[in-house]
Nanobody, 115 residues
Framework: QVQLVESGGGLVQAGGSLRLSCAAS????????MGWYRQAPGKERELVAV????????RYADSVKGRFTISRDNAKNTVILEMNSLKPEDSAVYYC????????WGKGTQVTVSS
């Protein structure tokens, strides 16, 4: 059973930074890609960033390009989301996702950005 555990969320002022981590219970190499999604109250879950495990190719939502950076550490089975220049509209529950045909989700971590 795959387990994904997110950490690093919290409350930050606009313009600040946060670093989210996602620890997988097994090797990242068993997945095609991993990513971060977010869901704000009353809104659908949306892609924030995704990274391929083998090549490290990244893709970002237009709303976070230039501010967020996704990376992975295959040796530590961890995926990181560095978030800079945070805006109130970035406030949401952030979910880690792992994809290998089947998709797996973490329980989420709350990010709140105050204005």
């Amino acid at each position: 059973q795959v387990q994904l555990v997110e950490s690093g969320g919290g409350l930050v002022q606009a313009g600040g930074s946060l670093r989210l981590s996602c620890a997988a219970s097994g090797s990242l190499l068993s997945f095609n890609s991993m990513g971060w999604y977010r869901q704000a109250p009353g809104k659908e879950r949306e892609l924030v960033a995704v990274i391929s495990i083998i090549g490290g190719t990244t893709r970002y939502a237009d709303s976070v390009k230039g501010r967020f950076t996704i990376s992975r550490d295959n040796a530590k089975n961890t995926v990181i989301l560095e978030m800079n220049s945070l805006k109130p509209e970035d406030s949401a529950v952030y979910y880690c996702n792992a994809d290998r045909g089947l998709r797996y989700w973490g329980k989420g971590t709350q990010v709140t950005v105050s204005s």
